[in-house]
């Protein structure tokens, strides 16, 4: 399963209803979609996949994981850079 | 009205937005004179369709000057829950930004209420003569907040101006203002907590209130920045805020919070003590309360104290009692706890509801001789602190939003396949818990179980949604045939979800 799928199966198994037209641009924490709830269990998410000890408050997260796009990019920067 | 008669300045700190106590006052008068001539009279009741705003905030003002009563709606209900709440409110006006869509504004109106666009009272002019308003009467209905049955039978807790007043008078004689003199609220405005206290009991004491909207996740990740930037004194939250703030958010560069609440949710000694190190705050309080005593009740303003699970502290403005027996008709005194003995939590509080509106029996169930039965387990030391242990209330504090079983049940009973429901909490990490569901099927084909989670999505809100539910063969219930939803809940842990909008979504 491609990691932006895992992600959107994650999301919405949280109880997130997403729009239909959702896409990999779609704001989903400055817009509102993601609550506090779904953004923590996002952080334990991404966490597990990345498997360091992230600091998450070492960089503006509600930017940096805003978009499907950016979070599969900030999951394979950390992924690459933890081997 | 006002606990100073003096009305403090609001702020937005997302938009930049900053009204000064002259502002705020030219701003009521204004509104006022338009929802005036509009037709709002003594006695009505007004549905407010928005809340955590610099508008909403003197809008109830304009509202009460007129002598009508408020009714906060939750923005993330569906239109169905809407006109639930119509139809047992019967509200005579509906305050909207921008208009309802064309459906709900017809079932409103079916419920007699007149839909009022509250954007243009910005525009009144000084063509029409200021409306001064009229001498409110203490023991009008100043406020009624939905607490549950909001897809059945609505429970609206009334509070009148009296009892709003004795919850404020209450809290400053225990609390003082001065710590709350730049006041954060992140709560909706929907709930006493974030109403009654985090906003109204500051600023109405005319301390200067900033308003964010409730639980954004990109604002906590911020917490500490905010902080800093509008200097911050005082914000009230719940356990959910500190665990995404503690994970996600760099403390504030310049600690200046003098006093931080927990609150509508049990707070563990663990937790309370990483809010102190992150916050430097040298008050972190953990605030017990309840909508029908107007919220904060008690709280561990007790000087030096260690935190741990369940204390909560001493009464603000009034007596609790701790009794063996739930019975409201029972004499209290005849079976009242010793020291240290767990019970039935009981309160005396002139902040007490005046009642639920329109539910005279409800409001006997629970309240006897002024004592209000509070639905929680707890227990007094010696030193009179109050301690929880738990609850007897049939609801599950989702992070400190309470979610009830009996009205996610009302909606799926009405699904047309539906044979039996019950609703249950599940654990969460970060919420404490969340909503779980089982239900019989008379089909249980894939469509049948999609066409449910739309039925779902279309009748509850966001946040009543189940987390997870489960497709089972019977539902267990009691001997006197009342659902054992902890039964449901333990069975349903060896049981996988149904999982459907996520399996046929791609992107």
Redesign the interface.
Known sequence: MRL??EL??FI????I??PDD???DTSL??S?L????????L??WVEDRVAVGLD??SF???EEWDT?AKLERFIERHRRSAL | MFVDLALGPLSEPLTGRHWDRDAVRARCTRRLTFYARCGVARGDRVFLHYGNTPEFFVDLIALWRLGACAIPIDTRLTPFEIDTLAGAAAPRFSLWFGAPDADLAQRLAAHGAAIIDASEADTETADHAPVGGERVGLDQDALILFTSGTTGEPKGVVHTHRSLRARWMALRHALGVRAYRRTLCLLPTTFGHGLICNCLFPWLSGQHLFIA?P????I???LGALLDEHQITFLSSVP??W??AL????PPRAPRLERVFCGSAPLSAHLWNDIRKWTHAPEVWNAYGITETGSWLAGTSVGEFTPEDGLIGEPWGGVIKITRTADATAHLDADECAVGESGQVWVNTPALMRGYLGRDDLTDDVVAAGWFRTGDIGLLDARGWLYLRGRERDEIN??GMKVYPADIDAVVERFELTVDVCTFAIE????GE?VGLAVVLRQTDPPTLQRLQDWM?QHLA?HQ???RWYVVDEIPRNARGKVNRAAMAARCTALSPV?L???R???
Do not use: N
Request: charged share 25%; hydrophobic share 45%.
């Open positions: 932006r799928d959107l199966l919405t198994a949280s109880g209803v997403l959702v896409g990999t924490i400055r509102g993601l609550d506090s709830s779904a953004l923590f269990e952080a334990l998450l408050t503006d997260l509600a499907l | 909207p639980f954004k996740a990109d906590i990740v911020q959910t805020i665990r995404l994970k996600t958010a760099t989702k992070g969460d990490r970060l919420l969340d999505t966001r949604l189940p987390r999982q909008s996520s399996a979504r791609t992107v």
